[in-house]
């Protein structure tokens, strides 16, 4: 029940704005409050679970190059009660990366976003089974925005 009461308070506190700050999150952000209504009704589908938002689970970036940032939501901090592993496993977990009102979900390991050369790049560990392994074997990909979409760099 205490669990439920949390996760109504910050679904409340979310929605509203009031912890923006505390998640990363803009006030403006409607894409990172869809995404996040989402993962919610998927938690609360499976055995009537609630969701746990943690600090850190939006991040704000740059990679569109136009000096406003951009946005990823990362499961890594987003736990459900009932479902210890709804987007994460043995793959990786789901991001959402956030840009031009494009939603781009990824399974990845991690994350981060680099300068390259003026480039902003979002490098990915991702499962070693991409690069003709298994999960032991190392496997990176890379992206960059380019004409209106996150795009592979092969």
Known sequence: MDSQIRALTISVFVLTGWLGPTLGMSQESDQVRTVIE???????????????VK?????????????????????RFLSCSSAASLYCGTGGCSIWVL????????LVKDWQVVDHFGTPVLLS????????????RRCARAYVWSQGSLQTVD
């Open 38 to 52: 989402q993962v919610r009704a998927d938690c609360a589908e499976f055995e009537d679970g609630a969701l746990d």
């Open 99 to 106: 840009a031009e009102g494009t939603t781009r979900n990824l």
């Open 125 to 136: 560990n991702i499962h070693g089974s991409e690069c003709g392994g298994d999960n032991t």
């Open 55 to 75: 600090p850190g689970a939006v991040s704000q970036v740059e990679l569109t190059g136009d000096d406003r940032p951009e946005e990823i939501v990362d499961s």
